[in-house]
């Protein structure tokens, strides 16, 4: 079984409309969207709902009336205003950092799992789709993250997938890093923009620090073709294939309106080219 992570430096780089063309493309394999804090692969995907889970990440604080005096050293230390004079704790405030629970002299407080969000297992007619939902305010994201692929890996050896296509998330924090760890490729979709050479470079460093091989896609690469050579001028120097060149087209937009895959929405040159990052994949996994 071989993991393929798509990823991009930032968002709004077309990350995840090249997950949905190759969940089209790709045959025996099980989707994953790892980008928990915005899911939306699932827009494309169109899933049937399996299964929901709770997903319980952290910990809130919460104040016993009954043994609470009102000495108000809780609300001293709280860096974060969680304490109202009532003392009642705001759970959106409340980081779950336990300095209220350890200085309270009267015992009072008390730290309880928290919700923060639901995962799900669903059918989707390119196959199973693993994602999730975390919550408003939520943190834990990479703990989810590593929670959706376990159970992405548990259904490809249960039905003998041999592919775990992975929509990761933007940038470069803990849950990217989480989504890369053990993964066989990455794939990164950048645009020819001054934060997009700017953010590939800082994912590219990611994955060579955990040792990830690296392939790059750039996407509306003819929009500015002074920034697409620098990058492709960038991937030469650290030996990264630039393994496709996706065009500028509005049927693009088009596509997402419909909630369709792009390659199953024209056999035009977006289309071809995301055919050959797939046939390039798959010459890198097999």
Same mark, same amino acid.
């Given at each position: 079984?071989?993991?393929?992570?798509?990823?991009?430096?930032?968002?709004?780089?077309?990350?995840t409309?090249v997950?949905?063309s190759?969940?089209?493309?790709?045959k025996?394999?099980?989707?994953?969207?790892?980008?928990?804090?915005?899911?939306?692969?699932?827009?494309?995907?169109?899933?049937?709902?399996?299964?929901?889970?709770?997903?319980?990440g952290?910990?809130?604080?919460?104040?016993?009336?009954?043994?609470?005096?009102?000495?108000g050293l809780?609300?001293?230390?709280?860096?974060?205003e969680a304490i109202?004079s009532?003392?009642?704790?705001?759970?959106?405030?409340?980081?779950?950092?336990?300095f209220?629970?350890n200085?309270?002299?009267a015992d009072?407080?008390?730290?309880?799992?928290?919700?923060?969000g639901h995962?799900?297992?669903?059918?989707?007619?390119?196959?199973?789709?693993?994602?999730?939902?975390?919550?408003v305010?939520?943190?834990?994201?990479?703990?989810?993250v590593?929670l959706?692929?376990?159970?992405?890996?548990?259904i490809?050896?249960?039905?003998?997938?041999?592919?775990?296509?992975?929509?990761g998330?933007?940038?470069?924090?803990?849950?990217?890093?989480?989504s890369?760890?053990?993964?066989s490729? #990455?794939?990164?979709?950048?645009?020819? /923009? +001054?934060?997009?050479i700017?953010?590939?470079? $800082?994912?590219?460093? =990611?994955?060579?620090?955990?040792?990830?091989p690296?392939?790059?896609c750039?996407?509306?690469?003819?929009?500015?073709?002074?920034n697409?050579h620098?990058?492709?001028?960038?991937?030469?120097?650290?030996?990264?294939?630039? #393994?496709a060149?996706?065009?500028?087209? /509005? +049927?693009?937009?088009?596509?997402?309106?419909? $909630?369709?895959?792009? =390659?199953?929405y024209?056999?035009?040159?977006?289309g071809?080219?995301?055919?050959k990052?797939?046939?390039?994949?798959?010459?890198?996994l097999?």
């Open positions: 079984m071989k993991e393929v992570t798509i990823l991009s430096g930032k968002g709004g780089t077309g990350k409309s997950a949905a190759l969940a089209s493309l790709a025996n394999k099980v989707m994953v969207d790892c980008d928990v804090d915005a899911a939306d692969l699932y827009l494309l995907l169109k899933p049937t709902f399996r299964q929901k889970q709770e997903f319980r952290g910990e809130k604080a919460v104040i016993s009336e009954d043994k609470c005096t009102g000495c809780c609300r001293e230390v709280c860096r974060f109202s009532e003392y009642k704790i705001d759970p959106i405030s409340c980081d779950g950092c336990r209220c629970y200085i309270c002299p009072a407080i008390t730290m309880q799992q928290s919700l923060s995962w799900f297992t669903s059918e989707t007619r390119y196959g199973p789709l693993v994602h999730a939902r975390l919550g305010a939520q943190e834990n994201s990479g703990k989810l590593a959706v692929r376990q159970e992405a890996k548990h490809a050896e249960q039905r003998g997938l041999d592919y775990i296509i992975s929509d998330p933007p940038g470069t924090g803990c849950p990217v890093i989480s890369l760890s053990g993964v490729l #990455a794939v990164i979709v950048t645009e020819p /923009t +001054l934060s997009g700017h953010d590939l470079k $800082r994912v590219i460093g =990611v994955c060579q620090h955990f040792a990830v690296v392939i790059v750039i996407n509306k690469y003819d929009i500015n073709s002074e697409s620098q990058i492709e001028n960038y991937c030469q120097t650290q030996n990264i294939e630039v #393994a060149r996706i065009p500028f087209d /509005t +049927l693009v937009t088009r596509a997402l309106v419909r $909630r369709i895959p792009v =390659v199953e024209s056999r035009n040159r977006v071809r080219e995301i055919e990052l797939w046939q390039v994949v798959t010459g890198y097999n």
